[in-house]
């Protein structure tokens, strides 16, 4: 076994919310210069930025995940893993058709950009990413598994926009085995409160949306190799 280095959570220039400089080519520049193994490109509802993350990272070394953040209908953000970029991108156009026809507003919102592989501009987004999907955290792991997906409850422990914020614990219906934290000193606390997350395995990321927020080689995951198959492997064990 080898361990890896990793940051499964980091926001492109294609959220709004996301810097302008959080380009591919940026992204993927920093993850090496950090030392990371693997990254993830989990932008707000949308995967149309990860052909270009793959691209980039190859050219270091890393292996980039293609993934997304997807917003439920009770406001809730979950993180969408993929092994290929086609089942990535199916999703993403699924989870596209779930979202409201409300138009992004580049000064009040940010700007939504998608760039090719050579990180040259190559368009923006219509519909505001940001809002929720209407799709329901009892739903989305199911949909996600569809195109061989892995679901992930987003940053748990954050005050908004997490399942403990919105229902105050694990709801009994809950279908997931891996749960992110955005702190590591919180996973035992965590634990002793919602007996759920001991049988899961817990990751901790950046939810970068600037360079700087990108982490250094602080997280670790155990594969039986450097490849994006064996990492699945691994993240599909219970195994922490």
Same mark, same amino acid.
């Given at each position: ?67 997304? #953040?997807?917003?439920?209908? #009770? #406001? ?139 982490? #250094? ?24």
């Amino acid at each position: 076994m080898i361990k890896l280095s990793y940051d499964m959570h980091i926001h492109s220039c294609l959220s709004p919310c996301g810097d302008d400089d959080m380009t591919p080519a940026n992204i993927a520049g920093m993850a090496h210069i950090n030392g990371l193994d693997v990254i993830a490109l989990t932008d707000h509802n949308s995967c149309l930025n990860c052909p270009a993350i793959v691209s980039q990272a190859q050219k270091y070394g890393i292996i980039a995940i293609p993934g997304a #953040e997807i917003t439920t209908s #009770e #406001e809730i953000h979950m993180l969408c893993l993929f092994e290929t970029l086609e089942d990535a991108l199916d999703f993403g156009r699924h989870i596209y058709e779930c979202l409201p026809n409300i138009i992004n507003q580049d000064r009040i919102f940010g700007r939504q950009q998608i760039v090719d592989e050579e990180d040259n501009p190559a368009g923006c987004i219509d519909k505001l990413l940001i809002n929720a999907a209407s799709i329901s955290i009892d739903d989305l792991p199911a949909a996600a598994a569809s195109y061989n997906g892995i679901c992930i409850p987003a940053h748990i422990n954050k005050p908004s926009d997490s399942i403990l914020s919105v229902f105050g614990v694990i709801p009994p219906t809950a279908e997931f085995n891996i749960a992110e934290i955005n702190r590591c000193d919180d996973i035992n606390a965590l634990m002793q409160k919602h007996e759920y997350l001991r049988k899961c395995r817990i990751i901790s990321d950046s939810d970068a949306h600037y360079l700087t927020d990108i982490n #250094e080689p602080v997280n670790y995951i155990e594969t039986r190799e450097k490849s994006i198959e064996s990492i699945f492997e691994s993240l599909r064990t219970n195994k922490s």
